[in-house]
């Protein structure tokens, strides 16, 4: 195991290597493992991460603050971080987590980056932790938009509606595939005005009318490109084609087109 690898990536060098080796050891490997450098990792990394957001975005409200906060130190937010690092090949993990894979486990991952957060504090202190959390972080937020991330399918949706005054969508389930436990639901989503119907799957409704909401977010934001006059001339067809419709039910194919036939 390379730790001055890791150490590498993390633009860190550790004075105390017990450190680096507890913040990396699972619970499942010793008893000294790296659960208590989490806890105190977590507290740093959501006042290092408020205190980006503050100075970054000035014209924000604390509700938008909370939102980005929120999804920038979310599980999957850590995980992908930690995917950068290549953590998994530094976890020491015990043999039945090894066995089932927990080395790609996202939980493992995320709190293993915590904890590594937690293990740079009582090494050197808040600003080692803080320029740390800082390197991983004003990259990314370069490259978002605050005004939408952490925002689900269904509100950027409405809003993006809302913006062009155009009516809400609505939302039907038109199907449930599987059995009782297990169940998968199929959801349709309208927009009557742009001409969008598309269809989204999840294991439960609201996972469903997520998923087409992003479906027909991309259809409203594409059928707003073309003008009014080239919406109508579309055949219905390619209006849900443009919309990304998404379905098990396989459409019928168009019939040829007839010489002649072409519109102008």
């Known amino acids: 195991m390379n730790l001055q690898l890791l150490q590498t990536r993390l633009g860190y060098t550790f004075r105390d290597m017990g450190l680096l080796q507890q913040a990396l050891t699972h619970r499942s490997h010793s008893a000294l493992h790296n659960e208590r450098l989490e806890f105190l990792g977590d507290s740093i990394l959501n006042c290092v991460v408020a205190s980006i957001l503050y100075e970054r975005f000035t014209n924000l409200d604390e509700g ?16 992908e971080i930690a995917q950068k690092l290549e953590l998994s090949q530094f976890l020491r993990l015990g043999e039945g987590e090894l066995k089932s894979g927990g ?14 957060l937690g293990a740079i504090f ?8 803080r320029d740390a959390i800082r390197a991983f972080y004003i990259p990314l937020l370069d490259t978002v938009d605050p005004s939408t991330l952490g925002k689900d399918a269904k509100t950027l949706l409405q809003e993006f509606l809302q913006a062009k005054r155009i009516a809400l969508p609505t939302y039907n389930v ?23 119907q598309v269809f989204g799957r999840g294991g439960s409704r609201r996972a469903g009318e997520q998923a087409a909401a992003r479906l027909a977010l991309e259809g409203a934001q594409a059928a707003l490109v073309k003008s ?23 459409d019928a194919p168009a019939p040829p087109e007839q010489p002649g036939s072409k519109s102008a």
Do not use: M, W, Y
């Not at 959801?187 to 969008?196: F, G, S």
């Not at 009014?228 to 396989?250: E, F």
């Open 64 to 79: 938008d603050l909370s939102r980005l906060r929120a999804n920038l130190v979310k599980q999957q937010s850590l995980f």
């Open 103 to 116: 080395f790609r486990r996202p939980s493992i991952l995320a709190d293993t980056l915590e904890a590594l």
């Open 122 to 129: 009582l090494d050197s202190g808040f600003d080692a932790a």
């Open 174 to 196: 038109v199907a449930t595939h599987g059995a009782a436990h297990s169940q998968e639901f199929e959801v349709e989503c309208l927009v009557p005005k742009l001409n969008v």
């Open 228 to 250: 009014p006059a080239a919406r109508k001339a579309k055949p219905r067809a390619a209006q849900l084609k443009l919309a990304g419709i998404a379905t098990i039910q396989t």
